[in-house]
């Protein structure tokens, strides 16, 4: 049994799309714990999180903060963390990679947003390109090797992100664009993406997409 | 020949893990320092997979990426947990050394002069866990019975900031005594004291 605290005034998508779409890619429950602002602010479970942070994710006796560590941990129990170790490496450079454009995209989010989004879409193609090279050679169509992973998941989440937050980005980067396309169209992926309880969150905490 | 190549800025950075690790493990490496001035042609910037340095090489192996180097060298000597347990408790705290390394790489490049002493003052508050999880711990390592690559990570951090700000171990024992214990290790103690290694800066801008 996977049990995920996640904050939210409302319920939002933050730091834990990959890891809701792995897990309903391999048909995995989980029972997800909501916690309000208010609650937050109260700092009795702040203070009870190892790094004062959110979201926490408990498998069994298992307890994790770090949503990398999460992403890792569902990995590697459900095959999703290549087939040998050289891969294992390959995919956690693509997730460490996905995770640098990710912190650019939370700090527009919550510290430049207005000011700086123009500038951040006109950057955008330069941090997708490494992306669309990497999986233009790929024959499976995943970042590494021939299976689906981890750090597919994640990248596939931020690239949602963005289509929202800059329309057009993905307009010169037909890799990039099917890549989005295929994993989307995954009948588990699919079926979460359509789903009330998924839909409704808001991608990040301050409103702004 | 040496296994491993290292290709990276004449500075320690972000690969004094690695290389402690690589030391600890009695391992060669071959090092590759890029100048400025050759990295600002950028033709080798346009050639690495995502514009930056270190590059790391174990035969046709190429990673970029400074905490996928640490993992894979983790896998390959032992030192990524007994278990998968044990391996994603190890990529949690390490991950949690990667977020206080941010902090301090954005002081020193972007706020050196102006957040140096607020910096120093919030400092206990990122090392309290630390600390926390080290006291519980009966083998003396972040996770299990053996160091981990986290355990490097933590330790080259912690070094860095003994250096920024002085005193910021003084109210954290089990932190104090962690890093006097991992100094001691003959082969780290051999490589922190081995001349190649002491005249690398800690950072790029001269700044520590």
Sequence with gaps: NLLLITPCHVHLTGRCGALKMMLADNEQ???????????????DMKGSCLFGQLPKFEDGDLVL????????????KHGAYGKNDCEASLIDMMNDA???L????????YQEYETGKEAYCKDLPNHLKPFESV?????????VGDQISFADYNLFDLLLNHKVLCSASL???PTLKSYVDKIAARPK?????????FKKLPING???Q
Excluded: P, T
């Design 65 to 76: 903060y770090q949503s990398n560590a999460m992403l890792r941990h569902l990995g590697r």
């Design 135 to 143: 999986l233009s050679k790929s024959k499976s169509g995943f970042l």
């Design 98 to 100: 996905v995770e640098d």
């Design 29 to 43: 429950q989980l029972k997800e714990n909501m916690v309000s602002i208010e609650e937050w602010m109260k700092g």
């Design 206 to 208: 301050n409103g702004k």
């Design 171 to 173: 307009d010169s980067f």
């Design 102 to 109: 990710r912190l650019k995209y939370i700090k527009l989010i």
């Design 189 to 197: 992926i699919k079926a979460l993406l359509e789903c009330e309880n």
